[in-house]
């Protein structure tokens, strides 16, 4: 059973490109989380989504960023237009409980550097 | 705010004692806490989930505490070894929809 899949693993962008980050939750999971780390900080929540819908992105900076989970594919994270301050690991979790009632499988990350 | 505090230093011991990390909120009573490992360049990997109704959980080595009215988890590992050094990081529920996590604490087991 796979885990949580994450590509790329790294991801290298000029001030002003966007990026596309995908989350592949564990099979038979539907809730899927985002979390940004900084260098030598903890992880930061940033959205939580089920098929379909955003439930919270109150994490999530209300510009330039966006996340979706369609009914078929990945869960995508996409930062438009990005700055020297996106860079950091982005790391994406599922569960198969809702709202945060469980443990939650983290995949190994992506890791954005911006130039 | 919620606020929650984990000894930002890093944590020395040798291998073979006992490890304990500390876990400190303010400001929020949580259903639940949660565990965490993470090592360098990976993602976290959960350990142990103790809700508020129970004071102990234990799997193998690790040993979890949780104290609603000190506000305050600790996280044993006894038996330390080697391979056990990492970042260990506690989360809690919050507003029932996502984990807060805590900085971590880098743990140190010196052979």
């Known amino acids: 059973n796979a885990g949580v899949m994450q590509n790329p693993r790294h991801l290298v962008r000029r001030r002003g490109q966007e990026a596309r980050l995908r989350c592949s939750p564990m099979?038979?999971?539907?809730?899927v989380y985002w979390y940004r780390q900084l260098p030598e900080e903890g992880l930061k929540f940033m959205v939580y989504?089920?098929?379909?819908?955003?439930?919270?992105e109150s994490g999530m900076p209300k510009e330039r960023f966006s996340a979706e989970f369609p009914k078929e594919g990945p869960s995508i994270l996409r930062i438009q237009q990005v700055v020297r301050g996106d860079s950091a690991a982005y790391f994406c979790?599922?569960?198969?409980?809702?709202?945060?009632?469980?443990?939650?499988?983290f995949g190994p990350g992506t890791r954005l550097t911006v130039t | 705010s919620q606020k929650i505090e984990q000894n930002s230093e890093a944590l020395n011991i040798q291998e073979g004692k006992t490890a304990t990390l500390t876990c400190n909120y303010t400001?929020?009573?949580?259903?639940?806490l949660q565990w965490y490992r993470q090592d360098p360049g990976r993602g976290p990997v959960f350990l142990l989930l103790?809700?508020?109704?129970?004071k102990e959980k234990r799997k193998e080595r690790l040993k979890v505490t949780f104290d609603t009215t000190l506000k305050q988890s600790l996280f044993h590992i006894t038996a330390s070894q080697p391979a056990d050094s990492a970042t260990y990081l506690c989360?809690?529920?919050?507003?029932?929809?996502?984990?807060?996590f805590g900085g971590g604490t880098r743990l140190m087991v010196k052979p």
């Open positions: 979790a599922s569960s198969p409980l809702d709202r945060g009632r469980g443990e939650q499988y």
């Open positions: 099979k038979g999971h539907s809730h």
């Open positions: 989504l089920q098929k379909e819908n955003i439930i919270d």
């Open positions: 400001n929020y009573s949580p259903a639940y």
């Open positions: 103790i809700r508020e109704n129970e």
């Open positions: 989360a809690l529920d919050i507003a029932g929809n996502m984990l807060t």
